[in-house]
């Protein structure tokens, strides 16, 4: 791949912060310029390594990036890339690191300038942090970007985008904006919501004789709340879909256990971990 | 502590085969014997240094012991304690590692001589994995030992058993059989019935896009079915009751994002965080 220009990082956390400390790293980019909306935030991730320069001024920030990654909230998406898009130079690729995407690229299709510079991207790591503190140059090794172009999408920045991604690390995978939500909402965002129903009903009381079933069943709901309900709302159908599934797992655990029925519940198990199995060890 | 002479473990997997080994690491017994119905399977923790001698015969093997440590199924315990206390020398201490507690207890005090021996205890460290293979002798380090004396417990034998616990590593904390299996039922009985649900409504063809949040919050589904029905079936009425007060959080989440009640969802998860953030940070 050919060294990028400038690129412009909008939201400057653990996925923005590490997109630049990656970057910069391999010397992927002319230059990184970081833009947000907090100078302090701002400071910190130059300080860290993550971008070479900073702006409070989104127009400014895109004025001449050849590549724009949106990392803000996913609430704030669509905004931020129509405002790159009309801010950027024509000829800029427009992408974004959010966790939802149908409700995202139904907003941007709207705009035809943002559409035509735009491929959604969803690359597939993160933390229960937040902040740029936590980002890391090799967050994205080996991990699934899930890009979900649209039939706007122009082919050459398709391109553009496959290549960008994989320059980090990614392995690339494409889909429907409707199919990534949906399969998210089983892997990570119903899951998320477990961690924290499952955090709300062990008392503190019984926390010294929480083992490791407790710590990585609940690991996640040290997660932001404002960013997960931003998630859990944006695709609130797919989540409550995954919800509705997961009861019917629950009831059939419930039923088989209320029945002292062994043998319905050794099946039911079995047929979790078969799946699980399939995932792979994870030496944990 | 002085060391011990003969230390009898019946049932060479996991957790008996890290008692094993730490026993013999730290050189607090003058030998190990392990006891178990499947000869190819003490021939292993015999190579793997998890024990000295070996037998198929329980009687033997407890026939010289100090302390006799029951490490078998919690459905086979109570079975193998009574067996443990009627062969064993007079003054021997018999103590379990079983993950449910009120079950085994009840069905030992019935037996006089098994219930001066027998100090039911706990210590909370394992795996999702089995097998001696996976034994170490570091498993208990740090790890809490909930010990269950009951009235009938001589006070000679519940300082033995602590001593012995204790000298693995582990820290003593000491309740009721009803409280530990209330308590168990919420950190890890009911969670790992969550991990099998959970991997229960992913499909593989999702699995390329799941990441941490399905990874941790399903790892314990790897755990053995027929094991885990066994400790699930013992400790039946508190992992319903666990499932009850789980179903109550899942419907107040539900409820929030139906509702698209944002401030809901929000203080909900807030709530749960809470609680998460107490248990401490774990570097994951």
Chains 1, 2 share one sequence.
Not at 82 to 111: C, F, W, Y
Request: proline share 4%; net charge neutral.
């Amino acid at each position: 791949m050919e060294r990028l220009g400038t690129v412009a990082i909008i939201g400057v956390g653990l996925i923005g912060g590490s997109i630049g400390q990656s970057l910069r790293a391999r010397k992927l980019a002319s230059r990184v310029v970081g833009v947000g909306r907090d100078q302090a935030k701002l400071d910190k991730a130059q300080r860290l390594g993550a971008i070479d320069l900073a702006t409070t001024d989104p127009a400014r920030g895109v004025a001449e990036a050849e590549v724009v990654v949106v990392c803000t909230p996913v609430t704030r998406i669509a905004v931020d890339v129509r405002q790159a898009a009309a801010h950027g130079p024509n000829g800029v690729l427009v992408t974004d690191a959010g966790s939802t995407k149908a409700a995202i690229v139904a907003a941007i299709e709207a705009d035809v300038r943002a559409r035509n510079l735009f491929v959604a991207a969803h690359p597939i790591a993160g933390s229960e942090r937040s902040g740029v503190e936590h980002a890391r140059a090799d967050l994205f090794d080996g991990r699934a970007c899930v890009l979900t172009p649209g039939e706007s999408t122009p082919p050459d920045l398709l391109i553009r985008a496959r290549s960008f991604w994989q320059s980090l690390g990614c392995r690339i995978t494409e889909m429907t904006p409707e199919a990534h939500d949906a399969a998210l909402a089983l892997t990570s965002h119903f899951p998320h919501a477990l961690a924290a129903a499952l955090a709300g009903i062990v008392p503190t009381s019984a926390l010294p004789l929480a083992g490791g079933a407790y710590r990585d069943g609940t690991r996640v709901a040290a997660a932001d709340p404002v960013l997960w309900a931003g998630i859990l709302l944006e695709n609130q159908g797919a989540v409550l879909d995954a919800c509705a599934a997961f009861r019917d797992q629950l009831d059939t655990f419930h039923q088989a256990l209320s029945d002292r029925d062994e043998r319905a519940l050794i099946a039911w198990w079995e047929a979790a971990r078969a799946r699980r199995l399939l995932f792979g060890n994870d030496g944990s």
